[in-house]
């Protein structure tokens, strides 16, 4: 019983795309624009090279905002991929 429910609401497969490959960046770009007005010690060490597109960012800083920008991509790309977009 549970395997055909969940076999009922089992979607297509996501083919990948241009389109989803920059929604991705978009959500890192907006996750690193959201840390760095939010992270309380984004230069904390190691450093990383001075960059004006990250700002002061140590190592932590930049590796928590790709996580989050990741997890934030994958959420919106499987939901307009749930909503027909993709």
């Known amino acids: ?3 055909s429910t969940l ?11 241009p389109a989803v490959g ?3 960046i978009l ?3 907006l996750a690193i624009l959201f840390g ?3 992270i309380k010690y984004p230069n904390a060490e190691p450093a990383l090279p001075p960059n004006p597109v990250l700002g002061n960012f140590g190592v932590p800083a930049l590796l928590a905002c790709a996580a ?7 959420g ?3 939901g ?3 909503l027909g977009r993709f």
Do not use: D, K
Not at 68 to 74: M, Y
């Open 1 to 3: 019983m549970l395997t």
């Open 7 to 17: 076999l009922a609401a089992a979607t297509t497969p996501l083919q990948w795309s």
């Open 22 to 24: 920059v929604t991705m």
């Open 27 to 29: 959500c890192n770009i």
């Open 36 to 38: 760095r007005y939010t």
């Open 68 to 74: 989050f920008g990741h997890i934030l991509g994958a």
């Open 76 to 78: 919106v790309i499987l």
């Open 80 to 82: 307009l991929h749930n």
